[in-house]
């Protein structure tokens, strides 16, 4: 689950952020007592510590004499209530944002099935609100020209993959500009043996980490188990060198 903003991680950040304003707490020993004191039963549950250093990492918190919470966070600790979480828990995602966070916004909208299963689930306590969480987030950190870019990128590794199986003599197909549905980009062979072909684009700073779908995965896993010898689904990165600037 790494730093995501689960409920949990959420009102342990409130107590903390709530204690540096009512005590003048010292050091982290003094904050982590101060928070611990408060009358919730929760306190003695959270992960408290831990919390504390994703703050003072991020810099939503800082140590200037007394733990001093920053600007954005001192906003969210008066009342501990869901309004409040969600605020903190955007804070948090635009303080420590998780990997997948700038492949799940496509055409201005949250596509779920880019984000891991585990991850989903540590977040799905912000209900109706966290499409609109993570599309103001992923705006606020990369805007919508970068997804712009990215669309870019990936229609051209998929012309330049076409190009390559053309110039040995194939006959693709390139299914992804007819729909999403078939999990995959470019399609080659017969029904009798079909091979579908995915391709991931990237430049040096993200060809490291490839993300796929849900249903990319499926589709995957359904064809390469159709066939013995011969897998029906394929990988290809298409990796352009020169990053935009």
């Known amino acids: 689950m790494r730093d995501l903003p689960s409920r949990g991680r959420c009102h342990a950040a409130f107590l903390l952020v709530y204690s540096a304003r009512v005590r003048?707490?010292?050091?982290?020993?003094?904050?982590?007592?101060?928070?611990?004191?408060?009358?919730?039963?929760?306190?003695?549950?959270?992960?408290?510590?831990?919390?504390?250093?994703?703050?003072?990492?991020?810099?939503?918190?800082?140590?200037?004499?007394?733990?001093?919470?920053?600007?954005?966070?001192?906003?969210?600790?008066?009342?501990?209530?869901?309004?409040?979480?969600?605020?903190?828990?955007?804070?948090?995602?635009?303080?420590?944002?998780?990997s997948w966070l700038r492949s799940v916004v496509i055409d201005g909208k949250l596509a779920q099935e880019f984000i891991p299963q585990d991850d989903l689930e540590a977040i799905a306590w912000l209900g109706d609100d966290l499409e609109r969480i993570i599309v103001a987030v992923h705006n606020q950190l990369y805007g919508t020209a970068d997804e712009h870019f990215r669309k870019a990128l990936g229609d051209a590794g998929e012309l330049a993959i076409m190009s390559a199986y053309r110039g040995q003599g194939n006959h693709p197909r390139h299914v992804s500009l007819v729909s999403d549905r078939f999990g995959y980009d470019i399609e080659l062979g017969s029904?009798?043996?079909?091979?579908?072909?995915?391709?991931?684009?990237?430049?040096?700073?993200?060809?490291?980490?490839?993300?796929?779908?849900?249903?990319?995965?499926?589709?995957?896993?359904?064809m390469g188990g159709a066939m013995e010898d011969d897998p029906g689904h394929l990988f290809l990165q298409s990796r352009c060198d020169k990053e935009r600037h």
């Not at 611990?36 to 250093?53: C, F, N, V």
């Not at 990237?202 to 995957?220: F, K």
């Open 24 to 98: 003048q707490c010292a050091d982290l020993e003094a904050w982590l007592s101060a928070a611990l004191s408060k009358p919730t039963q929760q306190a003695a549950s959270l992960d408290l510590p831990g919390m504390a250093g994703i703050l003072l990492d991020s810099g939503l918190a800082k140590l200037e004499g007394r733990i001093v919470a920053g600007r954005e966070l001192a906003k969210l600790d008066r009342v501990a209530d869901p309004t409040t979480f969600k605020g903190i828990a955007r804070l948090l995602l635009a303080y420590r944002p998780p």
């Open 191 to 222: 029904p009798a043996q079909l091979h579908g072909v995915e391709v991931k684009s990237a430049v040096p700073a993200t060809a490291g980490r490839i993300i796929l779908s849900r249903n990319e995965y499926e589709v995957a896993q359904r």
